[in-house]
């Protein structure tokens, strides 16, 4: 599986491929970094049945890493390595879920066009909200202290 | 022989990397244009293919589920841009928290009073809670609260390239805009669709988007299954 992700990964990024033996030490660390990660979802799992959490396992050992990396102060290079090659795979692992969607056609047909509205319209104070706080925030902000300066 | 061939996993596992690889080069080709994502170009071949053949889905979803498999260690991996960017952003993490936890409220809540009152059927307007994270965090939110997994992928994909297009706009309307407002707005409604647009607007812009993209889909994860 692994190997073909990454002829994926390398042929859409044309990486050079003189660079074998550094490409080849990268793939060992990304596959420890791998491993890890697959650990902290598997302890993800085990934390949300025992614990009876709602929260997805995947987010709940996203914490469990994060709280390491707190701890440690420091990421991990292996895992650092690993989670950067897989987060420009995203759209390929995405789509195999998406073309689910052929299975709710009844529901596209119906609500189609409402759902593109819904969809539209809760943007828009979505984004202003966000912005108008940051907005307020950083005006304070800079009346406490001088600090966020660098626009 | 073409029907045995169309029931192998490996032919959809084959067929879903041709049509990423193939939307990869259209994305590349159209100079990244912002409405045409590679997982929407994706997305339309192998449905179409899979109409074509009078594939079921369920048939396809074995050779398929070997690559959503990887979306359990993308999540995980999301803890290093957040302890990255978190590192970063220290000063103004407070201030940035209040924005992306309100601002993603208010988009979430619009989208689900909208749809309870116009729809309402319970999967839909729980499948919707989830538009506004990063797909493979929706997905997994959805399957959490009962929603639909592959409707909440197409919300959050139409959702960013709406998003994508109109955020940047709306703000400078408003004289909202800045590096920092418009990054990290793009990033909390628009996810990652925006993020890529924020990466066009410049790199300030991408990193706050990033950040903002990370946090509220740790953010919504968390706080979505316990109200649903």
Known sequence: ?151 | MLTDILQQPTTWLTVTLGAYLLGQKLYQSLNHASWLPPVLSGFLIVTSLLWLTDTPYTVYKQGGQLLSFFLGPVVVGLAVPLFYHFHKMKKQFITILFAITFGSLTTVGTAIALAHYWISIDAITSTIASKSVTTPVAVAIAEQTGGISALAAAFVIVTGIIGAAIIPPLLKLFRLGSPQTTGISLGVCAHAVGTSRAIELGQEYAAYSAMAMTLTASLHAILLPWLL
């Open chain 1, 1 to 151: 599986m692994v190997d073909t992700l990454d002829l994926g990964s390398s042929a859409v990024r044309c990486e050079s491929s003189s660079l074998s033996f550094r490409t080849k030490i990268k793939n060992e660390n990304m596959l420890v970094g791998l491993f890890a990660l697959l650990v902290f979802l598997i302890l993800g799992e085990a934390v949300q049945s025992w614990a009876a959490i709602p929260v997805p396992s995947s987010i709940i050992g996203m914490v469990l890493l994060l709280i390491v990396i707190i701890l440690r102060n420091k990421i991990p290079k292996n895992i650092e390595s690993a989670a950067n090659k897989l987060a420009p795979l995203l759209p390929l692992f995405i789509i195999p879920i998406s073309a689910g969607l052929i299975t709710q056609v009844d529901i596209i047909q119906q609500h189609g066009l409402k759902l593109l509205a819904i969809l539209t319209i809760s943007l828009i104070p979505g984004a202003l909200v966000t912005a108008l706080i940051l907005r307020l925030g950083n005006r304070t902000g800079n009346r406490l202290e001088k600090k966020s300066g660098s626009k």
